[in-house]
T-cell receptor, first 112, second 112 residues
Framework: GQSLEQPSEVTAVEGAIVQINCTYQTSGFYGLSWYQQHDGGAPTFLSYNALDGLEETGRFSSFLSRSDSYGYLLLQELQMKDSASYFCAVSGHAGNNRKLIWGLGTSLAVNP | GAGVSQSPSNKVTEKGKDVELRCDPISGHTALYWYRQSLGQGLEFLIYFQGNSAPDKSGLPSDRFSAERTGGSVSTLTIQRTQQEDSAVYLC??????????FGEGSRLTVL
């Protein structure tokens, strides 16, 4: 089957750095995406890695290792507004189509 | 508008009634997804349209659920004979076919 695993909850303090890991087992692989969702809101796209290595976008970075079927989202200089759920998703195969397979999400709580 | 538009934003219905939820994707996006999300839970895949290919309906929970996409653009998700367990937020997303999905704000369905 196809699955993604990520921690269900992470807690950190303002100003700290937190890493959210994602391991995947999918049929085919095109890339790994990360999404942020605040309570009551819609998921919003954060990053996409198709190749191995680190992609940096401001305070957020995302890493991919295809050989290890593993990636992570790194959040630096945490702010209270970063408290949200973070989902990893893999673009894999579904028949002849690409399909996004989702993890169950990691709830990040940033405390003062 | 430039984003994904969903309607209605809120729908309260009685058990046994049919409901239709509408999604207007971003113009030019070939892929369209429907997801369901219950409070505090992850995204439950329902159905995926990609261009002119046959839709991936593997996530539809029962034959009471159906969806269509007309002219490769607007999509309608129909739930017949609604049940209380159908209560959730129904999210629509569109993309160019890669890993970056753009989500609508969702339709919150409450079945009494």
């Amino acid at each position: 089957g196809q699955s993604l695993e990520q921690p269900s909850e992470v807690t950190a303090v303002e100003g700290a750095i937190v890493q959210i890991n994602c391991t995947y087992q999918t049929s085919g692989f095109y890339g790994l995406s990360w999404y942020q969702q605040h309570d009551g809101g819609a998921p919003t796209f954060l990053s996409y890695n198709a190749l191995d290595g680190l992609e940096e976008t401001g305070r957020f970075s995302s890493f991919l290792s295809r050989s290890d079927s593993y990636g992570y989202l790194l959040l630096q200089e945490l702010q209270m507004k970063d408290s949200a759920s973070y989902f990893c998703a893999v673009s894999g195969h579904a028949g002849n189509n690409r399909k996004l397979i989702w993890g169950l999400g990691t709830s990040l709580a940033v405390n003062p | 508008g430039a984003g994904v538009s969903q309607s209605p934003s809120n729908k309260v219905t009685e058990k046994g009634k049919d409901v239709e939820l509408r999604c207007d994707p971003i113009s030019g996006h070939t892929a369209l997804y429907w997801y369901r999300q219950s409070l505090g839970q992850g995204l439950e895949f329902l159905i995926y349209f990609q261009g002119n290919s046959a839709p991936d309906k593997s996530g539809l929970p029962s034959d009471r659920f159906s969806a269509e996409r007309t002219g490769g653009s607007v999509s309608t998700l129909t739930i017949q004979r609604t049940q209380q367990e159908d209560s959730a937020v129904y999210l629509c997303a569109s993309s160019r076919g890669g890993g970056e999905l753009f989500f609508g704000e969702g339709s919150r369905l409450t079945v009494l």
